[in-house]
Nanobody, 121 residues
Framework: QVQLVESGGGLVQPGGSLRLSCAPS????????MGWYRQAPGKERELVAS???????NYQDSMKGRFTISRDNAKNTVYLQMNSLKPEDTAVYYC???????????????WGKGTLVTVST
């Protein structure tokens, strides 16, 4: 079983920055991709950013230029650098990992417990 542990959330002022980290553990044969999702109170979970094993990234348009996803392949760790944070960025941020095995790029999908980001004065 793969475990994902997020860290880096907390309270930040509008305009401030945070960096989230996601550290997987367990047996990982191959990763198709990893990503960050978020869920604000009363809203659906939405994609923030994702990165494939090949390094291709994807962002929501509203987050381009403010958020940056990166990875450390040696550690299978993914980061989310968040700058110019706004109150509407307040949400629980979840790390996601898609595991590839036996040629199936979505053999298994794992989620972290989430880390709360609160942007407020």
């Amino acid at each position: 079983q793969v475990q994902l542990v997020e860290s880096g959330g907390g309270l930040v002022q509008p305009g401030g920055s945070l960096r989230l980290s996601c550290a997987p553990s367990g047996r990982i044969f191959s990763i198709s991709g990893m990503g960050w999702y978020r869920q604000a109170p009363g809203k659906e979970r939405e994609l923030v950013a994702s990165i494939t094993s090949g390094g291709s990234t994807n962002y929501q348009d509203s987050m381009k230029g403010r958020f940056t996803i990166s990875r450390d392949n040696a550690k299978n760790t993914v980061y989310l650098q968040m700058n110019s944070l706004k109150p509407e960025d307040t949400a629980v941020y979840y790390c996601n990992l898609a595991l590839m095995r036996f040629g199936n790029p979505n053999y298994a999908n794992y989620w972290g417990k989430g880390t709360l980001v609160t942007v407020s004065t």
